[in-house]
Antibody, heavy 118, light 110 residues
């Protein structure tokens, strides 16, 4: 079965960079779009970014566009989220999710916690 | 504030049928299918309905979904204590060029 394992979450100071990773197994990774979804403490789900199966197109929520970059390395079955200039409001659990079709997520990782604090 | 609206809470007793609504606009639910996710406390979300009314393998047939115009709903019949969770609807939004989620509905089984 599909398994997604995120890593890289930590406490980071505002303005410093952080890179999240998501290693996928049990699927043909290069055939699927992938996404990052986050959940702030006690809050609902918020879609953050997505990337097409071939990496040609990336999509971002307005609040992170220009600061975060989603990318993928199909040779390593790995999805990334590079977070530049994080802000306190970026504090959340970040989930990696597999795209079934146009933003429909049929597999999720367990999440990795990012805390932005000085 | 979400562009897709759900009631913050819902409740029912074991065996009852409950419905959760999801209201959007022409750029999201009005143009695309809707998905529903169940999030049990302390766990990752799980897809329970996709394409507005389809159940993934392994999801009980007590769960059903429907869509009409710019609104959708999730129905759970024969409610069980294990159904107590947060439920989110989601859909692609053409104006935002991304996915929008409802604010979530906390389902309590009394």
């Amino acid at each position: 079965q599909v398994q997604l394992v995120e890593s890289g979450g930590s406490v980071v100071q505002p303005g410093r960079s952080l890179r999240l990773s998501c290693v996928a197994s049990g699927l043909t990774f290069s055939s699927h779009g992938m996404h990052w979804v986050r959940q702030a403490p006690g809050r609902g789900l918020e879609w953050v970014a997505g990337i097409d199966f071939d990496g040609r197109r990336q999509y971002y929520v307005d609040s992170v566009r220009g600061r975060f970059t989603i990318s993928r390395d199909d040779s390593k079955n790995t999805l990334y989220l590079h977070m530049s200039s994080p802000r306190a409001e970026d504090t959340a659990v970040y989930y990696c999710a597999k795209d079934r079709s146009l933003g429909s997520f049929d597999s999720w990782g367990q999440g990795t916690l990012v805390t932005v604090s000085s | 504030q979400s562009v897709v609206t759900q009631p913050p809470s819902a409740s029912g007793t074991p065996g009852q049928r409950v419905t959760i609504s999801c209201s959007g606009s022409s750029s999201n639910i009005g143009s695309h299918t809707v998905d529903w996710y169940q999030q049990l406390p302390g766990t990752a979300p799980k897809l329970v309905i996709y394409s507005s009314n389809q159940r993934p393998s392994g999801v009980p047939d007590r769960f059903s979904g429907s869509k009409s115009g710019t609104s959708a709903s999730l129905a759970i019949s024969g409610l069980q204590f294990e159904d107590e969770a947060d439920y989110y609807c989601g859909a692609w939004d053409d104006s935002l060029n991304g996915v929008v989620f409802g604010g979530g509905t906390k389902l309590t089984v009394l």
